[in-house]
């Protein structure tokens, strides 16, 4: 069982940055394909961005490509979000999910559905103001 921990929240001024770090734990010799999701009040929750373990494929969602950028750092089990440029509609509750994959077949899988995703972590808020 694995879990992950986010930091990198916060306030930030319209067009300003923040990177977001998600660590997961607890899972020895664990290898994941990383997501970031976010829920802004009253919409549903959405895929942000999405990376395969090996790092060779990322997803992006239209409406912060050139903006954001995932990454991963394996030997820490660590996901991060590059914010830049934000606005106000990139306020939301923000979350990284964690899919266990084999580094024999599936170092190249990422996933955009939230139900491919077994570990999540608890969210941390991005606040944006003008």
């Known amino acids: 069982q694995a879990q992950l921990v986010e930091s990198g929240g916060g306030l930030v001024q319209a067009g300003g940055s923040l990177r977001l770090s998600c660590a997961a734990s607890?899972?020895?010799?664990?290898?994941?394909?990383w997501g970031w999701f976010r829920r802004a009040p009253g919409k549903d929750r959405e895929v942000v961005a999405a990376?395969?373990?090996?790092?060779?494929?990322?997803y992006y969602l239209d409406s912060v490509k050139g903006r954001f950028a995932i990454s991963r750092d394996n030997a820490k089990n660590t996901v991060y979000l590059q914010m830049n440029n934000l606005k106000l509609e990139d306020a939301a509750v923000y979350y990284c999910?964690?899919?266990?994959?084999?580094?024999?077949?599936?170092?190249?899988?990422?996933?955009?559905?939230?139900?491919?995703?077994?570990?999540w972590g608890q969210g941390t808020q991005v606040t944006v103001s003008l």
């Open positions: 999910a964690a899919q266990p994959i084999s580094t024999l077949d599936g170092d190249h899988y990422y996933y955009t559905n939230a139900a491919h995703y077994a570990y």
């Open positions: 607890g899972r020895s010799g664990g290898a994941y394909a």
């Open positions: 990376i395969s373990w090996n790092g060779a494929y990322t």
